[in-house]
């Protein structure tokens, strides 16, 4: 598993370890995992991709790393679960200014300074975080 994949998979647990995201169903883009609390309210971690690699670095290392995060919400299943705006306030609290695992090999998550929240319609947002090499 590279570096990249364990990134994604830090993020997974950390949501998953949020109180305020207890009722969505929360896993990585792609991922196998079917279990859904089926309350209406999901949270999908994207495959990070890397914005800017390093030219000092001996081999490929990416200096910065955008993570995504969607989260969408089923206005007629969703009656327990937070709207998409605090759903999207809990995530951004969450992962800004977070530090991941060592072994992911990237350092401090931070929103995107521009066009933090994307709306795909009511019922979608896409946050967009950035995520430094721990080598700057």
Not at 4 to 10: A, D, F, G, I, V
Not at 42 to 52: D, E
Request: some cysteine; aromatic content about 4%.
């Amino acid at each position: 598993m590279g570096n990249l994949e364990r990134l994604q998979r830090s993020v997974v647990e950390l949501l998953r370890s949020v109180s305020d995201l207890r009722l969505a169903d929360i896993k990585a883009e792609d991922s196998d995992d079917n279990a859904g609390k089926a309350e209406g309210l999901r949270v999908t971690v994207l495959r990070p991709l890397p914005r800017a690699a390093s030219r000092y670095a001996a081999g490929p290392v990416f200096s910065e790393v955008e993570i995504s995060v969607e989260i969408s919400r089923d206005k007629s299943i969703a009656a327990r679960a937070p709207s998409i705006i605090s759903a999207a306030e809990n995530v951004s609290r969450a992962l800004h200014n977070w530090s991941p695992p060592v072994a992911c090999g990237y350092g401090r998550v931070y929103l995107s300074q521009e066009n933090p929240w994307l709306a795909d319609g009511p019922s979608k947002i896409r946050i967009i975080l950035n995520a430094q090499s721990v080598l700057q």
